[in-house]
């Protein structure tokens, strides 16, 4: 972690939010914020089989042979972190859903207060929102029963200690997946975990999968004075999905500019067409949890459980089309038979482009109208996400890349027939290739600080 006083930013406290960081100087795009360790890094709640000791994705032919969990190696199995914890560990019983995984970041967490000290002390000051998860009783009884009775098995300790790890692990750890390494689970960082949620974000973290060390970096320039904030949640969601999920999850209602706009910045990626009028568009009266939505047009009241109901239907379609073997043809079909009920950016249809996009881009030998359709979807997503998430990013470094392979598709489609010259082909693919600059950057973006500096 960074020495304190070359951190450019301070820990504040602000009315209704509590800790959070603000910059105390101007911070330039891609200017690393702060770098962090983890305190605690374990499986999912749910997750398939993986090793204990790295995260890594096992098939269960190897397990610990003292507590029996899966791990990738004996060179695991006799790791520091896992050697405190196996004690605990035999004593717990599996049922037919599946390895106990929940209780594993519990018990590393109480062994790192157990330690005492930095970065126990910090952690303890994180919100654990007892008050708010007490209040579904089926999950609090969940812990009860596969964490907290089982600990206490083997420790004198209270339940209340208990609960408020599960607490704060629950609100402050970061989901970690790593496709290519074959790693997943989370991670509680002591710092990192003070930084605060905005759906506009100007900041954004990215974690080694070799130590899992994380480093924070400034998505474009940020002011002195001002909040320094990443997204819990892609900013694609609209409402009332992104509300919903906050609320679920970290138990507040966000009050960012974004969420103070029921347009979003003009963008509409939440409005549904009116069925009364058909000429109006439907917007909630402000984005109040349980606020009516009206039309625009007709003012045809809509209640927002019914608007939930609809919107979450139509994402589970498309999720089922995302499942099954999806095709330009069934994302078109999804986008035109909801024609009447999203407006064309609401922001399923513009999950349903990226995935055309997505399509488009890994499809060989793609023809001329494929190309320009690609083109004329990309700049479309982008005119509205840009919107909506300013900065470098990793969807916009995706997006810059795909729009540069289909104008360059296009290009080369252009010269084998004879439609430009050599020299046309070679200046205008020049220009391509200079846009490619900002993707660059928000690949910086997303690199892990130890894996730049390998480089």
């Not at 005492?116 to 812990?143: A, C, T, Y």
């Not at 907290?148 to 750890?173: A, M, P, R």
């Not at 103070?260 to 109040?288: N, Y």
Request: charged content about 25%; overall charge negative; some cysteine.
């Amino acid at each position: 972690m960074e020495e304190n006083e070359n951190r450019p930013f301070r820990i504040a406290k602000l009315a209704g939010k509590g800790c959070c960081l603000v910059a105390t100087r101007d911070i330039a795009p891609l200017e690393i914020i702060l770098s962090d360790r983890a305190a605690v890094v374990a499986p999912n709640h749910e997750s398939q089989p993986v090793c204990l000791g790295c995260l890594q994705i096992v098939d269960g032919s190897y397990v610990c042979p003292l507590c029996g969990y899966p791990m990738c190696s004996l060179e695991c199995s006799m790791c520091s972190v896992h050697t405190q914890e196996c004690t605990v560990l035999r004593g717990v019983q599996h049922d037919g859903e599946g390895l106990n995984y929940k209780i594993v970041a519990v018990i590393r967490l109480l062994n790192l207060r157990d330690s005492s000290g930095h970065p126990w002390n910090q952690i303890d000051e994180l919100m654990d929102h007892e008050e708010e998860r007490r209040q579904d009783v089926s999950e609090w009884k969940m812990f009860q029963k596969d964490v907290v009775d089982i600990i206490k098995q083997q420790k004198d300790v209270e339940d209340d200690l208990i609960h408020h790890l599960i607490g704060l692990l629950s609100i402050n750890c970061v989901g970690v997946c790593f496709k290519k390494e074959k790693k997943e689970g989370r991670a509680l960082y002591p710092l990192l975990s003070i930084v605060c949620h905005s759906c506009v974000a100007n900041a954004r973290y990215a974690v080694n999968p070799d130590d899992f060390s994380v480093v924070l970096r400034a998505r474009r320039a940020i002011l002195e004075g001002e909040e320094i904030t990443i997204n819990y949640i892609p900013p694609i969601y609209g409402v009332p999905k992104r509300k919903l999920e906050i609320a679920n999850e970290w138990y507040f209602d966000c009050n960012c500019m974004r969420c103070l706009d029921v347009t979003e910045f003009g963008t509409f990626v939440s409005a549904l067409k009116c069925s009364h009028c058909r000429e109006g568009l439907i917007l909630p009266e402000d984005l109040k949890e349980g606020s009516l939505w009206r039309c625009r047009f007709c003012s045809n009241p809509f209640e927002s459980e019914m608007i939930q109901e609809l919107v979450q239907n139509l994402e589970d379609q498309l999720h089922e089309i995302s499942g099954n073997n999806p095709t330009v043809k069934s994302f078109e079909t999804f986008i035109r038979k909801n024609a009447k009920d999203l407006h064309l950016k609401h922001y399923l249809n513009l999950i349903a482009q990226r995935n055309i996009i997505e399509i488009l881009s890994h499809q060989p030998n793609i023809t001329r109208e494929e190309a320009k359709k690609c083109i004329r979807l990309c700049k479309s997503y982008m005119s509205s996400m840009s919107l909506l998430d300013p900065g470098y990013s990793q969807w916009k470094g995706s997006l810059i890349k795909n729009l540069a392979k289909a104008q360059l598709e296009l290009l080369k489609i252009d010269l084998q027939e004879a439609k430009i010259d050599r020299n046309m082909f070679a200046s205008q693919s020049e220009e391509v290739w200079k846009s490619m600059d900002e993707a660059d950057c928000c690949d910086v973006l997303c690199m892990p600080l130890q894996a730049r500096k390998g480089q």
